[in-house]
């Protein structure tokens, strides 16, 4: 079994049961409109949706969740997104922010090969902030995952933010175990899941005033979707791992950061010579745009890797490049590939 949702704070407990602070004026009471139980209430049945936790399991409710483990090794993610630096809440909602709290997390158990099992939800919020419709996001982000949300925290805070922790598992054969960054070799062919950019040509559009309607540039409106609501390639996560793909990284922070990640885990020099940018995109954004989440492969049998994917009725991988043991060596078209990207500065 598998216990989730400790205590963040000695002085506020986690969704299951938190701490009840004295009522202070306007907040409506206990039970009131401003009142934590009663929020936590109401999102517990949203969560839940009517589903009885199965014998032996616990969730939102009590000071932690016990969670039933799957047979072979269990995986932990963690990720978080905040208002003014992951989103812009002028020009998305609070779902699509907690929307994103999702699958930005189990995006990175899809690079490995697993899927996602539970989700411990934990909401920062300034006051006036409407948390059910984050948690709407949320659950909605869950539900399209095949996963559920089993506890969590509250808290005030300045400025919006939404963290999510997940369990992950592999659910189809355990061999091969989850894929790493470090296992590409020479010679390993490197392939996309489909073309980039697509979120950061969105950011520009919404940007603009555009709300990629019908009568919009093709490939405006995608675009736009792929901004509010980026979607974590689970499944084909899962078919390459069976595939035999030597590693895998998700296309979190941009395709140039991320190659850079790969390459430098496993030891290998890389040459790309195609970035395969979406409609609406440059390709600037293809390189460096981020937040998508589309996953890079490496391995030795691409047409195999592409047979999987039209077994399993997935879009065919893009080819971007191939790994050599030219160790560092990173090119794009036969120039040193370029800076770009994200980074968190502290």
């Not at 039970?31 to 969730?59: K, N, S, Y």
Request: glycine share 14%.
């Amino acid at each position: 079994m598998v216990a989730a949702g400790t205590v963040l704070n000695g002085r506020q407990k986690d969704m299951n049961r938190p701490n009840r602070r004295p009522p202070e004026p306007g907040d409506g009471g206990p039970d009131g409109p401003g009142d934590e139980f009663a929020l936590i209430g109401r999102l517990r049945a949203r969560f839940e949706d009517g589903e009885v936790p199965p014998p032996g399991e616990v969730w939102i409710g009590d000071d932690a969740a016990v969670v039933a483990a799957r047979p072979g090794p269990l995986l932990l993610a963690t990720d978080l997104v905040v208002a003014g630096i992951h989103a812009d809440l002028d020009l998305v909602a609070p779902d699509d922010l907690g929307w994103k709290a999702v699958m930005v997390t189990v995006s990175d158990l899809a690079a490995m090969g697993a899927r996602p099992d539970h989700l411990l939800l934990s909401v920062a919020a300034p006051p006036g902030t409407d948390i059910g419709l984050v948690a709407e996001g949320v659950a909605t982000a869950a539900a399209a995952t095949g996963c559920r949300v089993v506890g969590g925290d509250l808290s005030a805070a300045p400025v919006l933010t939404v963290s999510v922790a997940a369990t992950g598992s592999l659910h189809g054969p355990l061999l091969p175990g989850p894929r790493l960054r470090s296992g590409a070799r020479p010679g390993d062919v490197l392939l996309v899941t489909g073309p980039l950019g697509a979120s950061a040509a969105g950011l520009r559009i919404l940007r603009a005033g555009s709300d990629g309607g019908p009568s919009s540039a093709e490939g405006v409106a995608d675009a736009v979707d792929a901004h509010r609501r980026p979607v974590a390639r689970i499944e084909e996560g899962e078919v390459a791992r069976l595939a035999g793909v030597t590693a895998t990284v998700d296309v979190s922070d941009g395709l140039v950061a991320e190659v850079r990640l790969l390459a430098g885990a496993s030891g290998v020099g890389v040459e790309l010579d195609g970035v395969p940018a979406a409609a609406a995109a440059t390709r600037a954004e293809a390189l460096g745009g981020g937040e998508e989440y589309e996953l890079v492969v490496a391995t030795p049998d691409p047409d195999g890797l592409v047979r999987a994917f039209a077994a399993a009725g997935l879009r065919a991988p893009l080819r971007l490049g191939r790994c050599t043991d030219d160790t560092g060596r990173l090119t794009l078209d036969g120039a040193p590939l370029p800076a770009a990207g994200w980074r968190h500065r502290f």
